[in-house]
């Protein structure tokens, strides 16, 4: 049931214009005393995020992210040089106190705090469990 209302909120997304990439999930041994764990999210957001950066494919980049993986990925985009170096930002939420933004010594990178107000205007209220 899970499945089938994912792909019918991917399916409406998409047609709003939304790209979805999905990543398969991992089931350990213990399913489904353990949950099941999406796997290689981060380092493809990472790829993405300094290939489509090479490319000059954006302008300015934003890692809505507190996940200090991702770090060198922004790193390598800041550290581009030329004309085409895309612009580099992050996002967080102000409650995100335990892991707080990211940040590169010696580079100022502009932090889009985000409140509970903000998430309320981006969510979707969708059932996609039922037709």
Known sequence: MGYTANRRQQTAWERAGITVIQRP????KAWPAEKAQEKGVDVALAVDFVMLGISGDYD???LMSTDTDLKPALEAVVALGGNRRPHCE???WTSSRAAPRLRITGTKL???YLRVEDYRVMVDPTDYTTR
């Not at 999930?25 to 350990?28: A, E, F, G, K, S």
């Open 25 to 28: 999930l991992r089931y350990p």
């Open 60 to 62: 300015v980049g934003i």
């Open 90 to 92: 992050v996002a967080a």
């Open 110 to 112: 502009w932090c889009h």
